[in-house]
């Protein structure tokens, strides 16, 4: 009896793990020591879960990778200029989905999370002070929701 549960419990664990969400990796840098990220555009599904790993490849800049709820330039301003004088470098904002933490030059950093279920374009910016304006991108959510 013992033995059965046991036999049956360990089918569970398997059974979790082999259903498991996938997760749709996108791995960022930035462009050498410019205020700018290499990928500057990534496509993911409405709803997906989404993991960004940032690789600070630069030697002297520190940068972050902040995803916004939308493609306003007036709210990207709002955090950008918030963020300047949190000591985190990200501000408490609604328009804030996901966040990773400041990467020093050559640290790796990294954030998931879920991806909007409206199709459409998001901004990414990096929030380190002076950077925000330079260096951006667009996550664009379209195609066939997953799960
Ligand atoms: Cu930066």
Excluded at 9 to 31: D, M
Excluded at 78 to 105: C, F, K, S, W
């Amino acid at each position: 009896m013992i033995r059965r549960s046991l036999l049956w419990l360990g089918l569970l664990l398997i059974g979790v793990g082999g259903q498991a969400e996938p997760v749709k990796e996108i791995v960022i840098e930035p462009v050498g020591d410019e205020l700018k990220f290499k990928q500057t555009e990534f496509t993911v599904a409405p709803g997906e879960t989404v993991r960004i790993v940032f690789r600070n490849t630069a030697t002297v800049m520190p940068h972050n990778v902040v995803v916004l709820n939308t493609d306003s330039p007036a709210v990207v301003n709002r955090v950008g200029t918030a963020a300047i004088t949190d000591p985190d470098y990200v501000p408490d904002d609604p328009a804030i989905l996901a966040y990773t933490e400041v990467a020093q030059p050559g640290e790796t950093v990294e954030v998931t999370f879920k991806a909007p279920d409206k199709p459409g374009r998001y901004r990414y910016i990096c929030t380190f002070p002076g950077h925000y304006t330079m260096m951006q991108g667009t996550m664009v959510v379209s195609g066939k929701a997953t799960g």
